[in-house]
């Protein structure tokens, strides 16, 4: 088999790669932030439910994000909510 047949065989992107391996610790990192400043509970409470919904996301994310149709698509799903959580964490620790 020559090697252009593999690679069509494998769907390989580089792009959708490192969105998973870049990307999604970092927004499953923000989305973890956002439930760790944002809730009014005590800090034990929050920081445990934000450890929790961050491990999971982060799997979720990590096998999603090589499945999505190009390296746009799955860049575009890791930068959208980490560019509006950036900006909420932001915006909650200047006031």
Known sequence: MSGSVLDKAANHSVARTLAAVVGAPLVAGAVGAALVAFPPEAGGVSFALGFHVMVPLWVVLACVLPLLKNGRVAWGVCLAPLV????????????
């Open 84 to 95: 509006l959580l950036a900006a909420a964490l932001a915006w909650r620790s200047a006031g």
